[in-house]
Each structure stands twice: as structure tokens, then as C-alpha cells.
């Protein structure tokens, strides 16, 4: 596809945003009500900005040898229970993973009160489709959250939060979960929408932003940013977008020759990997109208998009040597069972809260979305149960070149190593995974609901993943 103005930041708005043009010592104390797990790990006191991974070494030494490539794949708009919770019930080697629970019957029994009171069971999505009734704004992730019991989801949004989808629509991510690890205690980084949690994933803090509209672009990022970092110390890398490349979210990442060297269509990711050319850090962007996976997509086309990503890795010469981390950027409104901890304060910026919005702070995690670790190197069997968030995939990145923290969030983060045993390559010839379903075998559940996604072949043409 043509090359992306990457100078007209105006164009930017959500559905238009993602569509066309975008110390101090930890006091915490455990929230009343919160599981044992959710209070704050002891004595990460005085980590702040700047603080370095390894203090005896100049910033920007890499570490880390048997890792040269790190890729990140932020998908969106799915909680942990919405996409894997029932992995525990579906799949035997994870029957310990906290996710939905069943009856004798191997019915689930999680549910939430609708506004009278009356309790809506989560129930298995009648199709691949996702209508329109969820919301993930700041008001309603607080609802959900309703103060720690999480049993706000259907009055934040309707039913439609309640519903989830398992093996038989995701088999290619259930297989991934099934073989490679992932983090049963992995939050996004706010209870609110994308551009703040992709801000944190980017920059270690939202600066304010709390929602996904065009005031993003007037509210930059003081401390900098992960690119900003690389580049100071000449480490390469790459985002590879479709249709958009996220990090346009904040103001100046698309700074100086960004434009045409780092941010580069997303064909020319897998052409660097067939000619052993990619980055030391890689972003990918999916298609955001099609292959993203928030409503009203068909969650089935971003399995495609996934399925495609994971193989050409595995299959490429650079396999012996990537971390691959594949999460999401928060819950899209849908139910998770387990209540977000509080999370140490990435700055003194506070969020520009407006008239009717709930108070509250960047003083707490998201919700639980899912994360897939893929890498020969990663630990066979695997379930992290290590609180983390998407500063953790930062603090990856800051600890493998051992780069200064951008804010107390991402110094205090726990660096997700614990996925990994650099003494044994579990996977260096990679398993064999599910295909990821037809998608044209469940489209007529979907019209049978009155639901009629966006589909790769509909006109969107930047789409490399496999026609229907």
C-alpha cells in the first residue's frame, strides 16, 4: 500500500484515529476486599525515572544475548475471560488457570446483575461477530469495576459484556496458549480505552489522556518516549503498519526521518524477515477495521492476521533468537472476573478528568487481557501469575538494552524474564499449531444475528491475511 502521510496529525479521530490518521518509594496498600496475590510487591523502593536495569553497565549496553529481536503485536479490545476463559476448562495441561468457572454440568456460573438487579450469566457468543453493546470509556471501566468487585460490566454496557468465546472460535490462539506461555495476572495499564493504555505501552504513562478522541494529539509526553530511547543509542527498529501506525497517537513520534526509516508498511515485515533484515524492536499495527479484533469485527479475521504473524516468525532465520509478545491494549468492555490491583503512579501528571467522570487516578491497573509469550527460549508449560502490564513489555525492552526508565510505572515493573529459561530452547523447532478457522463457515451465524462485520475482501485492501 502507498506510504501514509505521516505529517497530518489533524486527520485523527477514533474509528477516524485508528482508522485514517490517528522517586519516590512505593506506599501502596492492598485495596479493602483484594486477593493476597493483588498486594504490592515489597521494596521496589526509590525506582524512578532513569533508573537503569543494570547500574554497572552504561546505558544502552545489551544484555540479554540469546534475545536480538523483540516483536510486539498489540491486538485489542478483549478481556482475559472474554478470549481464554475457558482455556481451564478446555484444555487439560491449563486446568489451573484462573479463568471462568463451571458447574457439574460444565455450566459457568460468573455473572453480573443488570440495573434490577437480576444476574446475567456469561454465556458463549452465538457467533465470531461482535455486536456494538460495550463500552470501555473511562466511565464505564470504572462501573465495571465497580470499586473492586468487578460486577458492574452489564450496567456499564448490556449483556453483551457477559458473553465470551473459547476453543471452537479461537483454535489458533488456544493452541498458542496451550504450548507457549502466558500471564494469568497480565492487566492493561488504565481502566480506560485504547490511546491511554497505548500511550503506557509506549511511553510508561498517558500524560493525562484518559479516552480515545483527537485530544490525544495535544497532550504530549514530557519524558519521551521508547523510540526516543532507542534512537538515542542507535538501536534499531521498526513499527510495521497496515493501515495506521499507532504511535502517531502521541505528539512527535513521528519526529525527523521517523517517516520514511522507522515507520514502514507492514509487507516490508515480512520481506525483512525473509531477508534477515528486521530490527532489534518491532511493532506491528494490524489492519484496524478488520484484523484489530474489537467489535464489530469478526474475531476470526484477526486469528488469521495472528496465525500469519507467528508462522512467518517461526519459520524465518530469525526465530532462534525473538521474543514475540502478543497482547491487548485493554478489555473492550467485556467481563473479567479478577479485580485490577493498584499500580504504582507513573508521574504527578493526573488524568484530565471532565464534568460526570468518575474520579479516579493512574494509581490502578486495567482490566486482565491476554498475553501469548512466543519464543524458542520461552519456558515450556508456563503460566505467569506475576503482576504485570504493558510498561512490563517496556521494562523487556529497557532490561535487554539496559535503557533508563521512562516513569515510576515502568521502573517499578516487573521485566517479564520469568516467561523465559535462557539455559534450554523448549521450542527452537517450534510446535505445531492450529490453523485458524474458515471464516466463511461461521459468517451465516453472524447474519443470522443481524451482524455484517468488515471483512478483508470488502474494499479494505491492506490485508495479508489469507482470503476468506
Same mark, same amino acid.
Given at each position: 500500500?502507498?506510504?501514509?502521510?505521516?505529517?497530518?496529525?489533524?486527520?485523527?479521530?477514533?474509528?477516524?484515529?485508528?482508522?485514517?490518521?490517528?522517586?519516590?518509594?512505593?506506599?501502596?496498600?492492598?485495596?479493602?476486599? $483484594? &486477593?493476597?496475590?493483588?498486594?504490592?510487591?515489597?521494596?521496589?523502593?526509590?525506582?524512578?525515572?532513569?533508573?537503569?536495569?543494570?547500574?554497572?553497565?552504561? =546505558?544502552?549496553?545489551?544484555?540479554?544475548?540469546?534475545?536480538?529481536?523483540?516483536?510486539?503485536?498489540?491486538?485489542?479490545?478483549?478481556?482475559?475471560?472474554?478470549?481464554?476463559?475457558?482455556?481451564?476448562?478446555?484444555?487439560?495441561?491449563?486446568?489451573?488457570?484462573?479463568?471462568?468457572?463451571?458447574?457439574?454440568?460444565?455450566?459457568?456460573?460468573?455473572?453480573?446483575?443488570? +440495573?434490577?438487579?437480576?444476574?446475567?450469566?456469561?454465556?458463549? @457468543?452465538?457467533?465470531?461477530?461482535?455486536?456494538?453493546?460495550?463500552?470501555?470509556?473511562?466511565?464505564? @471501566?470504572?462501573?465495571?469495576?465497580?470499586?473492586?468487585?468487578?460486577?458492574?460490566?452489564?450496567?456499564?454496557?448490556?449483556?453483551?459484556?457477559?458473553?465470551?468465546? *473459547?476453543?471452537?472460535?479461537?483454535?489458533?490462539?488456544? %493452541? $498458542?496458549?496451550?504450548?507457549? &506461555?502466558?500471564?494469568?495476572?497480565?492487566?492493561?495499564?488504565?481502566?480506560?480505552? /485504547?490511546?491511554?493504555?497505548?500511550?503506557?505501552?509506549?511511553?510508561?504513562?498517558?500524560?493525562?489522556?484518559?479516552?480515545?478522541?483527537? @485530544?490525544?494529539?495535544?497532550?504530549?509526553?514530557? +519524558?519521551?518516549?521508547?523510540?526516543?530511547?532507542?534512537?538515542?543509542?542507535?538501536?534499531?527498529?521498526?513499527?510495521?503498519?497496515?493501515?495506521?501506525?499507532?504511535?502517531?497517537?502521541?505528539?512527535?513520534?513521528?519526529?525527523?526521518?521517523?517517516?520514511?526509516?522507522?515507520?514502514?508498511?507492514?509487507?516490508?515485515?515480512?520481506?525483512?524477515?525473509?531477508?534477515?533484515?528486521?530490527?532489534?524492536?518491532?511493532?506491528?499495527?494490524?489492519?484496524?477495521?478488520?484484523?484489530?479484533?474489537?467489535? &464489530?469485527?469478526?474475531?476470526?479475521?484477526? =486469528?488469521?492476521?495472528? %496465525?500469519?504473524?507467528?508462522?512467518?516468525?517461526?519459520? %524465518?532465520?530469525?526465530?532462534?533468537? /525473538?521474543?514475540?509478545?502478543?497482547?491487548?491494549?485493554?478489555?473492550?468492555?467485556?467481563?473479567?472476573?479478577?479485580?485490577?490491583?493498584?499500580?504504582?503512579?507513573?508521574?504527578?501528571?493526573?488524568?484530565?478528568?471532565?464534568?460526570?467522570?468518575?474520579?479516579?487516578?493512574?494509581?490502578?491497573?486495567?482490566?486482565?487481557?491476554?498475553?501469548?509469550?512466543? %519464543?524458542?527460549?520461552?519456558?515450556?508449560?508456563?503460566?505467569?501469575?506475576?503482576?504485570? *502490564?504493558?510498561?512490563?513489555?517496556?521494562?523487556?525492552?529497557?532490561?535487554?538494552?539496559?535503557?533508563?526508565?521512562?516513569?515510576?510505572?515502568?521502573?517499578?515493573?516487573?521485566?517479564?524474564?520469568?516467561?523465559?529459561?535462557?539455559?534450554?530452547?523448549?521450542?527452537?523447532?517450534? &510446535?505445531?499449531?492450529?490453523?485458524?478457522?474458515?471464516?466463511?463457515?461461521?459468517?451465516?451465524?453472524?447474519?443470522?444475528?443481524?451482524?455484517?462485520?468488515?471483512?478483508?475482501? *470488502?474494499?479494505?485492501?491492506?490485508?495479508?491475511?489469507?482470503?476468506?
Amino acid at each position: 500500500m502507498p506510504a501514509m502521510p505521516l505529517n497530518t496529525q489533524d486527520r485523527f479521530t477514533r474509528r477516524t484515529a485508528l482508522k485514517a490518521g490517528a522517586g519516590t518509594a512505593l506506599t501502596l496498600a492492598a485495596a479493602n476486599g $483484594l &486477593p493476597a496475590w493483588a498486594r504490592p510487591i515489597a521494596n521496589i523502593a526509590q525506582a524512578g525515572p532513569g533508573t537503569l536495569p543494570f547500574p554497572n553497565l552504561p =546505558e544502552g549496553t545489551p544484555t540479554m544475548a540469546k534475545i536480538e529481536h523483540i516483536i510486539v503485536l498489540m491486538m485489542e479490545n478483549h478481556t482475559f475471560d472474554n478470549f481464554l476463559g475457558m482455556l481451564p476448562n478446555q484444555v487439560k495441561a491449563r486446568r489451573k488457570v484462573d479463568g471462568l468457572k463451571v458447574d457439574k454440568h460444565g455450566r459457568v456460573t460468573n455473572a453480573n446483575p443488570d +440495573a434490577t438487579g437480576k444476574l446475567v450469566r456469561a454465556t458463549h @457468543s452465538p457467533s465470531p461477530c461482535q455486536g456494538d453493546g460495550v463500552g470501555q470509556n473511562w466511565l464505564a @471501566s470504572h462501573t465495571s469495576f465497580a470499586g473492586g468487585k468487578n460486577n458492574g460490566f452489564v450496567k456499564a454496557s448490556s449483556p453483551q459484556a457477559m458473553l465470551y468465546f *473459547d476453543q471452537t472460535d479461537l483454535p489458533f490462539s488456544y %493452541s $498458542l496458549a496451550t504450548h507457549f &506461555p502466558i500471564g494469568e495476572r497480565y492487566f492493561s495499564s488504565v481502566l480506560a480505552q /485504547t490511546y491511554p493504555n497505548r500511550r503506557f505501552l509506549f511511553a510508561g504513562t498517558a500524560n493525562g489522556n484518559i479516552a480515545t478522541d483527537n @485530544s490525544t494529539f495535544s497532550i504530549p509526553a514530557p +519524558a519521551g518516549t521508547i523510540f526516543d530511547r532507542l534512537d538515542a543509542h542507535q538501536i534499531s527498529w521498526k513499527c510495521y503498519y497496515e493501515n495506521l501506525p499507532s504511535p502517531l497517537i502521541i505528539p512527535g513520534a513521528g519526529q525527523g526521518n521517523r517517516g520514511v526509516v522507522n515507520f514502514r508498511p507492514i509487507t516490508e515485515f515480512f520481506s525483512d524477515l525473509t531477508a534477515g533484515t528486521l530490527p532489534a524492536v518491532t511493532y506491528l499495527d494490524p489492519q484496524y477495521e478488520v484484523q484489530s479484533q474489537e467489535n &464489530p469485527q469478526d474475531i476470526q479475521v484477526g =486469528e488469521h492476521f495472528m %496465525s500469519t504473524v507467528v508462522h512467518a516468525v517461526m519459520s %524465518s532465520s530469525a526465530w532462534p533468537k /525473538t521474543a514475540l509478545f502478543i497482547n491487548y491494549d485493554e478489555g473492550g468492555g467485556y467481563y473479567d472476573h479478577v479485580p485490577p490491583p493498584k499500580a504504582v503512579t507513573p508521574d504527578d501528571t493526573p488524568p484530565i478528568l471532565k464534568p460526570g467522570d468518575p474520579a479516579g487516578g493512574y494509581d490502578r491497573y486495567g482490566f486482565r487481557v491476554p498475553l501469548y509469550v512466543v %519464543s524458542p527460549w520461552a519456558r515450556k508449560n508456563y503460566v505467569s501469575r506475576v503482576v504485570q *502490564d504493558h510498561t512490563s513489555v517496556l521494562k523487556f525492552i529497557e532490561r535487554k538494552f539496559n535503557l533508563g526508565a521512562i516513569t515510576r510505572r515502568d521502573a517499578a515493573a516487573a521485566d517479564m524474564t520469568d516467561y523465559f529459561d535462557f539455559k534450554h530452547a523448549a521450542f527452537l523447532h517450534p &510446535p505445531k499449531l492450529a490453523p485458524p478457522p474458515l471464516i466463511t463457515k461461521n459468517l451465516q451465524k453472524c447474519t443470522a444475528q443481524g451482524l455484517k462485520p468488515p471483512l478483508p475482501n *470488502d474494499g479494505n485492501k491492506n490485508n495479508v491475511t489469507p482470503v476468506l
